[in-house]
């Protein structure tokens, strides 16, 4: 007979959710059934708290008999003297107890769930454990209630900080949607001072030419009303012009002037008007919704936008424009948005160009730029997906590959602090993916950029992609 119990309680144990029936107490007093059943009496009687017997015959496990089984039968009538003195296979054969067997590696909610499913007079019954050499132990049933009821203060309290968690996560994310909003609305406000500094530019000009004109236009009237007044005085055309003469007057030079100064104002008020028609169709304030455009008119009306962006400047030569439409439809689209995306590919590309002209001076190599002009070249055709394809390429120094995986991340830009967010290539990701088409970068270091723009010509087709 072999009589051992742990003497850990699970109150001592360092339970978790996935805890196993290995982390919890088990007893592992054993005896032969050829012994007599007043030995067991004798054990139960010796600790008071031992659930049950592992029965063995020949060393080997033929089951378990608990203490309420045992003194349930013992109460009886003759029960005592019936099993007293016989062996104790005897009394477990005739008994023939369910007995619940589980490995020792079953998860302790689990094993609960598996014990409380048997039958009301079972319920309460000990549990057989058994481990990978085939030993086994007794659990017993107070004891894994009581690791459950761990297990489940140790889940609410889980759960608590869980949603804790979540509350603190939900605003997190809420700050950052706010701070990404907040960021959106710079990126547009960086955006539209450039737009305002280049149209200020380039209204500036043709104004500062007016303005300039307007002086002589003044004068010339002046000296002409001066000899309409002669006129009136009922002077003849001598005397008129003897008049005129002595007041510095030069009428032969103010008729062949003055036209042409007055033409001069009308190019500069026309190119005036282009430009500010240029910037209402650019924003499209009038189209929010989705319409029927003309790409190469966005195009051009973007180009004129950023046409001071192109002139020459102190740290780089004229960028050259190269423009090689092919017969594109009316395209349905957001207008003023592929608008937005067309302005960041191509003040990309001439922030690109800038940059690969001033590493070209740094390096003392301008060859390149000398043999092959600072260029952007524009090209669209119709594929045979029915897609507009809007082709923008630059023959700079090109994007390494490791950058161009990160081209169109958030926040991702090579550009020093304060000339860009990194959020252009973004929002235009976002734009084309809205419109259910694609953009993409092709590149070779020293061979140049070209982004590629493929949007859908109708608008519904791009719409049932989306549902599908």
């Known amino acids: 007979m072999l009589a051992v119990d742990s003497t850990t309680t699970t109150d001592e144990r360092n339970l978790k959710l996935d805890s196993t029936l290995q982390e919890l107490p088990v007893w592992t007093v054993q005896m032969e059934s050829d012994n007599p059943g007043g030995e067991l009496a004798k054990l139960f009687e010796q600790d008071p708290l031992l659930p049950g017997i592992i029965l063995t015959k020949n060393h080997q496990c033929l089951g378990m008999i608990s203490r309420g089984l ?14 007293a003195r016989r062996p104790i296979e005897y009394f477990y054969n005739s008994l023939q107890p369910q007995t619940l067997v589980l490995p020792q590696n079953q998860p302790i909610v689990e094993a609960t769930q598996m014990a409380l499913g048997r039958s009301p007079e079972l319920v309460y019954e000990p549990i057989l454990v058994t481990d990978q050499s085939s030993g086994y132990g007794i659990l017993d049933f107070h004891q894994l209630l009581l690791a459950y009821s761990q297990i489940y203060v140790l889940t609410l309290t889980r759960l608590q900080k869980e949603k804790e968690r979540a509350r603190i996560a939900r605003a997190d994310y809420r700050d950052l949607q706010h701070n990404y909003t907040r960021l959106l609305q710079n990126e547009k406000m960086i955006a539209l001072g450039q737009l305002v500094a280049g149209i200020a530019h380039e209204i500036n000009n043709p104004m500062n030419f007016i303005y300039g004109n307007l002086n002589y236009a003044i004068q010339y009237v002046e000296e002409i009303m001066y000899m309409l007044k002669c006129y009136q005085q009922n002077q003849t055309y001598s005397e008129m012009l003897l008049q005129a003469k002595n007041q510095g007057i030069e009428i032969d030079f103010i008729m062949e002037d003055l036209p042409k100064l007055l033409s001069s104002m009308m190019v500069g008020a026309t190119r005036i008007n282009e430009i500010v028609l240029s910037l209402r169709n650019f924003s499209r304030l009038d189209e929010a919704e989705i319409k029927s455009v003309n790409i190469h008119e966005g ?13 020459a400047k102190p740290d780089r030569p004229e960028i050259n424009l190269i423009k090689e439409y092919g017969d594109l439809p009316l395209v349905e689209c957001y207008a003023g948005q592929m608008n937005q995306v067309f302005m960041n590919i191509i003040a990309n590309a001439i922030d690109a160009l800038s940059e690969s002209y001033n590493v070209w001076k740094a390096n003392g190599n301008l060859s390149s730029s000398i043999q092959k002009p600072l260029t952007i070249c524009i090209r669209t055709e119709l594929d045979s997906h029915n897609q507009a394809v809007i082709r923008i390429a630059d023959n700079g120094m090109g994007i390494p590959e490791e950058i161009q995986k990160r081209l169109f991340d958030p926040f991702f830009t090579t550009k020093p602090v304060g000339k860009g967010t990194g959020l252009g290539l973004s929002i235009s990701y976002q734009i084309i993916e809205k419109h259910c088409g694609q953009i993409s970068c092709i590149s070779k270091v020293g061979e140049g950029c070209e982004f590629v723009v493929k949007i859908p010509i109708i608008f519904e087709n791009a719409a049932q992609k989306i549902v599908s």
């Open 70 to 83: 045992f003194f349930e039968q013992m109460s009886q009538p003759y029960g005592l003297a019936l099993f």
């Open 299 to 311: 195009i051009d009306n973007t180009l004129i936008i950023l046409q001071n962006n192109l002139k």
